[in-house]
């Protein structure tokens, strides 16, 4: 594609999106026209909470209007519309049946979301490949949850317009029965009723609840649980995948790669509501929890590992800097 096309493409693909989310998006890089994806999301700010962070109005074209939907943009692909974004549902807002044009990750955090026969409640997640109907849609109260598309996406309804509104409705269409992907989707995972699992790289006193893997690619979703005052020792790693994680509940403390100076990694907290999204090959941590933590977390391809030692331990860390990152969060 010209250098021309790229632009033109980027104009009409931002216009779209600002059309149908009501965001305002990062201006492109001017110095090249080589998309990276989303930008490095990972400061002080942002791993201390996410919560005041700017609230814009959330609109899905067939899905969601602007009057019952706000949301926060944690991240961002401002070439696709690929992000994540912490979105707040009002009590009362529903939607008919439909399809999504593409691949879209949902995690209740609180309240209640009714997916067609399903009831995501906190803690609940859904994967729902582009294609697949789904809803009639409703939130019972006023919901907050992680909205995680592959691009942005279109909400398509006409093929079900004529159609009764009622859950079993979308889950014995055609469309869904025969879907080539319909054994993908994932309509309801409560993380409540799930069992731990052992982790592949960090010490004991880790575990996890695997939501999502695609094992052809190896990108996954899933929650992370630590125990208080778990320690993960004297090394820092880097991943051969981008990487992002929310805090559900506890702290995360260690060498946090900032997005201003990644390869200078610096002493802070990550605490209940914190948010990061990080690149490939950028190295992080070592970390510790005082409190216990739970996390979710996203891969875009298999988490393989490298290691590179760490001295002086965590343990070891200055005190002052320790004991002000904690007080700062009590």
């Not at 409640?121 to 992680?146: C, F, H, M, Q, V």
């Not at 995360?252 to 100076?261: A, E, Q």
């Amino acid at each position: 594609m010209s250098q021309i096309n790229m632009v033109q493409a980027y104009e009409d693909n931002k216009s779209s999106y600002l059309q149908h989310q009501n965001v305002n998006l990062p201006e492109k890089d001017t110095s090249n026209q080589t998309w990276i994806g989303r930008k490095h999301v990972e400061t002080e700010a942002s791993l201390n909470s996410v919560i005041n962070f700017p609230q814009v109005l959330f609109e899905v074209k067939n899905f969601v209007t602007a009057e019952y939907g706000t949301t926060q943009i944690l991240s961002i692909n401002d070439s696709t519309g690929e992000s994540t974004q912490r979105v707040i549902l009002k009590q009362g807002w529903n939607a008919p049946i439909g399809h999504f044009t593409t691949d879209v990750e949902l995690f209740v955090l609180t309240g209640t979301l009714c997916q067609g026969g399903f009831k995501l409640r906190n803690l609940s997640y859904s994967y729902i490949p582009a294609g697949i109907p789904t809803g009639p849609w409703k939130t019972e109260e006023d919901t907050i949850l992680l909205w995680m598309p592959d691009a942005t996406p279109t909400y398509i309804t006409e093929d079900y317009a004529s159609l009764e509104q009622i859950p079993a409705t979308s889950l014995y269409h055609g469309n869904m029965q025969t879907h080539p992907r319909m054994a993908e989707y994932v309509p309801l995972q409560e993380l409540h009723a799930m069992k731990w699992e052992s982790t592949t790289f960090l010490p004991p006193g880790s575990a996890r609840k695997s939501l999502y893997t695609n094992k052809k690619t190896g990108r996954a979703t899933w929650v992370l649980g630590l125990v208080p005052m778990w320690i993960e020792g004297n090394f820092y790693a880097g991943h051969p995948t981008t990487e992002e994680a929310y805090v559900i509940s506890g702290d995360v403390l260690g060498h946090w790669s900032m997005s201003d100076d990644p390869f200078n990694r610096r002493y802070a907290a990550m605490c209940k509501d914190g948010y990061y999204w990080r690149p490939a090959h950028v190295p992080h941590g070592p970390f510790w929890t005082e409190s216990g933590a739970l996390l979710l977390f996203r891969t875009s391809d298999r988490l393989d590992c490298y290691w590179i030692l760490h001295n002086p331990d965590i343990t070891q860390q200055d005190d002052a800097r320790l004991q002000s990152a904690l007080n700062q969060h009590k």
